[in-house]
């Protein structure tokens, strides 16, 4: 039953979907529970962009993505900060300008080779190379980022003004939580698709926060339950030949629609 | 050990402080009175140094600063645990407490009346519970300064005056210079305090006792 396990383009999208899964679960208490969840969908959008500017400009495109992705992700961080735009218009804005962009150069551009269906849905089986092993790294550029700063992204999540008060580098903090955050988004594009990875952000505090009662265990159950729905998501999704993306995020809301409604129960 | 020298503080138009000065010696007990929107909490905000004075300059001498900003800017609907908030209180950030700070935990778990709390959910506490949690936090290590704006407003009356007690003591035990921000003047106050009335600048500045004089003459306090 295990046999496509031999396969080394599952191996790959194995290792993929791990690195993402821990990667979006370690960002996802500091974004949600910080309302900031909104922010991987609208770099998402801009990722959108990113890409397909990178497809027309170079034969890499993620060389030209990530920086592009980073640069709005400071963006949307600085222009929420002044006092006229706020956080999510921010987004808003970004976003639907980089989306709109990045579809005229789609229909102007010339000798396209990527369709728009599989920049929407992405496709874990078909990454490439260098896609996991930048999945491997922005693993570790997360791990490394919030092992060193949990106590510190911990009070800015619960308490801004106290965090500037003990001195906190906040701005330093925070900025570096949106291009790290803009990094994983554009991988996860390609592989989750651009109308799903904002899923993985947001599903591992929404359904650890329903167990657990520490922030600390907030984050933990949040990365190994996302390990687990990716890897069921590529064991179900690869025999029934339907996008992994898709899967992932329905099995994330049975979970999360399982919990709520037991919930109450354990309660009484 | 705090100086302010002609401090200024604007936004946009709207003039929040005008011409602030004053000294406060180590080991003062300042309560801060003014009606609302008179800029009690902008002048606490330039003192915790979460707002920079548009003109005019801050000293301070004090090498740790413990704060109690009011509560409605804490999120308390977070999954985060009694620990956790405890612990971020101290001056270095770590990850396991010292025995001799888990015993200080523990002694003011106890002074707060809630030691069975100490591994429960914030979100699982009421608004009292959780206002005691954070002075935990602001006085855990030790501040040579301590700043409380309207730090009693989520507590229940009866444990008002055991929290006016603890102040008391942290002021004349271990001499800790307390700035504290309140609309009600009347249970929180000894003789030997100081008071000062803002209204968009400081009205009055002095002891207990010549505040009274002060009000007599016509200005009242919110």
């Known amino acids: ?268 | 050990m705090i100086e302010y020298d002609h401090v200024n503080v604007l936004f946009g138009k709207f003039q929040a402080l005008t011409d602030v000065n004053f000294r406060l010696e180590k080991g003062s007990f300042l309560h801060i009175v003014g009606p609302n929107g008179s800029g009690k909490t902008t002048l606490v905000k330039t003192l915790v140094g979460l707002l920079k004075p548009s003109n005019g300059s801050i000293t301070i001498h004090a090498p740790h600063m413990g704060y109690l900003p009011q509560k409605l800017n804490t999120k308390t609907n977070l999954p985060m645990t009694v620990r956790e908030v405890i612990y971020s209180g101290f001056k270095k950030q770590k990850i396991k407490p010292s025995k001799e700070d888990c015993e200080l935990i523990k002694s003011w778990l106890e002074r707060m009346e809630i030691p069975h709390l100490f591994d429960e959910s914030m979100t699982h506490l009421s608004g009292g519970q959780q206002q005691r949690v954070f002075i935990i936090r602001a006085i855990i290590s030790n501040p040579d300064v301590l700043i409380l704006d309207e730090p009693t407003s989520a507590l229940d009356p009866s444990f008002r005056e055991k929290f006016y007690l603890l102040l008391n003591e942290l002021h004349q035990k271990y001499h800790m210079t307390i700035v504290h921000v309140t609309h009600d003047l009347t249970d929180a106050v000894k003789d030997d305090c100081l008071v000062m009335y803002v209204d968009q600048t400081v009205k009055f500045y002095g002891s207990y006792h010549d505040f009274h004089a002060f009000e007599h003459r016509g200005h009242h306090h919110a």
């Open chain 1, 1 to 268: 039953m295990l046999d496509f396990l031999s396969y080394s383009f599952i191996q790959q999208a194995l290792v993929i979907g791990i690195a993402l899964a821990i990667s979006a679960a370690l960002l996802s208490p500091f974004l949600v529970l910080n309302q900031q969840a909104m922010i991987a969908d609208g770099l998402a959008h801009v990722s959108f962009a990113g890409i397909i500017l990178g497809v027309v400009l170079s034969g890499e495109p993620l060389w030209i993505a990530i920086p592009f992705v980073m640069l709005a992700s400071i963006l949307i961080k600085y222009l929420s900060t002044t006092k006229t735009i706020n956080g999510d218009a921010a987004i808003g804005l970004v976003s639907s300008i980089s989306f709109a962009i990045g579809l005229i150069i789609v229909k102007k551009g010339q000798g396209f080779n990527i369709s728009i269906e599989s920049m929407l849905v992405g496709n874990i089986f078909t990454a490439t190379l260098t896609e996991m092993y930048l999945s491997l790294i922005i693993m570790a550029l997360i791990g490394v980022f919030v092992l060193i700063f949990y106590r510190k992204l911990f009070v800015m999540t619960y308490d801004l003004n106290y965090a500037k008060f003990t001195k906190i580098k906040v701005q330093l903090i925070g900025y570096t939580l949106s291009a790290l955050t803009a990094f994983f988004i554009v991988i996860g594009v390609r592989t989750i698709g651009t109308l799903l990875i904002s899923a993985l952000v947001v599903f591992p505090s929404v359904i650890s926060s329903q167990l657990a009662k520490s922030f600390k265990n907030t984050l933990l159950i949040g990365v190994l339950s996302s390990i687990l729905i990716v890897i069921m998501g590529i064991f179900v999704a690869h025999p029934l030949e339907i996008p992994v993306g898709s899967t992932i995020v329905v099995l994330y809301a049975a979970i999360l629609v399982f919990l709520l409604i037991l919930k109450p129960l354990w309660r009484k």
